[in-house]
């Protein structure tokens, strides 16, 4: 009688961690961005906001999670990418901000940084870069105190697949670089700046 107790307190207790596995995969939802073999992981219910060669965006009610493609530069070092990362999260005005340890298996390198935003929530920028491709890709989040676990997870979650032969398609694909994004952008918000140009009028 006692071991018929004890076989269905075990067989019980597989059924509730089996249980409990299904709702934990039930509830990510897994991107993957074929043309770069790339794939991550996101929780469940997001929507997605936009989506385009080079970025893709995606938001819930507590989170909005941004992924940006640039292509390296010859010259891209520790030094260069972190003053990037520095440079990007002052151009959002966060402060309180502080170097991520945040590391990503499969990628080269990880820079990350966190901050605070000026409406008081959270958010990480983190470059990721790659070892198989000329690729930096570039994961911003924004979110609400408390769910910095999830979204560490969603950037750890982020894999290359190496085994599968790479899409030839994305030989065809040009990549900007941040610098080149970065100028691009100065410019423009050179040219707003610019008083507008006085029309000359002619009498009929």
Known sequence: MKQEIRRLLVAASLWLVLLLM???????????????????????????????????E??????????????????????????NLQRKALGYNMYDLSNGKIKVKGFKKTYSIYGTMPDGSRA???????????????????????????VEDMVKSFA?????EPNRARKHQKVQTKQDADRQKEKQRQQEARPPKKEKLYDA
């Open 22 to 56: 299904c709702s934990v995969d039930a509830t990510a939802a897994v991107y993957n961005w074929s043309r770069y073999d790339l794939t991550f992981e996101t929780p469940d219910g997001g929507f997605v906001t936009f989506n385009s060669n080079t970025r893709f």
């Open 58 to 83: 995606i938001q819930w009610e507590d989170m909005v999670m941004t992924v940006q493609l640039y292509s390296k530069d010859k010259g891209d070092d520790k030094k260069l990418l972190t003053e």
């Open 124 to 150: 990480i920028i983190a470059d990721l870069v790659s070892k198989h491709q000329n690729l930096i890709i570039e994961v911003t989040v924004n979110y609400l105190y408390g769910n910095r676990e999830v």
């Open 160 to 164: 290359e697949n190496k085994t599968k």
